[in-house]
């Protein structure tokens, strides 16, 4: 049970540091961009993050599970 344990929380890990990067952008976007920016600012925020969203997601390099 300690070895698969350990395996899995290596792999839980893996999964929080690729997203708090992403959860620190949103919160850097909700508190400078949405209040304050223009609307042209606003959409080409949303535009950008979500080409680099769909970036990540597809181009990201993923690994194939071993048989």
């Avoid at 976007?29 to 597809?58: C, D, K, N, Y």
């Amino acid at each position: 049970r300690r070895y698969a344990l350990r395996l899995e929380s290596e792999h839980a890990l893996e999964l929080v540091a690729a997203i708090v990067p992403m959860l620190v952008g949103a919160g850097l976007i909700e508190a400078f961009v949405s209040p304050h920016a223009p609307t042209p600012v606003r959409a080409a925020t949303a535009v950008g993050t979500g080409i680099l969203l769909l970036a990540w997601v597809f181009l990201g390099g993923r690994r194939r599970e071993s048989e």
